[in-house]
């Protein structure tokens, strides 16, 4: 069974502040990582993926693997009130096998 | 470029009665997902397409539920006879080859 595990939260941060997201996965077959930003209401959105260990940096974003320790993370720099959302990490083996999703991360800012 | 259309937004229903679903993916993206989700979960995979053929419907419930991508563009999802614990919103993605996932607006099932 692959799991995709994420604090529920909510993870409340001041606005401007940094915001860190932890996935972890127990498929150590897994090459594809994902971040989805989901409103309330909304459907998901991507923000990242990344497939390499090391980190991937799209603006305010940065996004981090370390496949040894089966674990990714989300850093959100200067965190805004818009932010606000629940962030969820999605897990693949390869190409277009379909993604396993966590639960998901509810993230407050707070201004 | 148009983005997934789902259709209807929201559904709601009395118990036993059958649903359908609608999705148009994205054009060009040859797999097509039906994902479940419900509320505070993440999205759970009912069903994916490659083309016309199903390739992993392993989650899917055969026995209520079906699904269709005829001619390998659209897709209906079908739930017959819906139950309370269908209640959810309904989620079709597309993709090209890549892995990259992009979302319809949902569709939100209550049944009473």
């Known amino acids: 069974q692959k799991e995709v595990e994420q604090n529920s939260g909510p993870l409340s941060v001041p606005e401007g502040a940094i915001a860190s997201l932890n996935c972890t996965y127990s498929?150590?077959?897994?090459?594809?990582f994902f971040w989805y930003r989901q409103y309330s209401g909304k459907s998901p959105e991507l923000i990242m993926f990344i497939y390499s260990n090391g980190d991937k940096e799209d603006g305010r974003f940065t996004a981090q693997l370390n496949k040894a320790s089966q674990y990714v993370s989300l850093l959100i720099r200067d965190s805004q009130p818009s932010d606000s959302a629940t962030y969820l990490c999605a897990v693949g083996i390869s190409g277009n096998t379909p993604l396993v999703f966590g639960k998901g991360t509810r993230l407050s800012v707070i201004a | 470029e148009a983005g997934v259309v789902q259709s209807p937004r929201y559904k709601i229903i009395e118990k036993k009665q059958p649903v359908a679903f609608w999705c148009n993916p994205i054009s060009g993206h040859n797999t097509l997902y039906w994902y479940l989700q419900n509320l505070g979960q993440g999205p759970e995979l009912l069903i994916r397409y490659e083309n016309e053929e199903a390739v992993d419907d392993s989650q899917l419930p055969k026995d209520r539920f079906s699904a269709e991508r005829l001619k390998g563009v659209d897709s209906t999802l079908k739930i017959q006879p819906a139950e309370l614990g269908d209640s959810a919103v309904y989620l079709c993605?597309?993709?090209?080859?890549?892995?990259?996932?992009?979302f319809g607006e949902g569709s939100r099932l209550t049944v009473l």
């Open positions: 498929d150590r077959g897994s090459q594809s």
């Open positions: 993605a597309s993709s090209r080859n890549t892995g990259e996932l992009f």
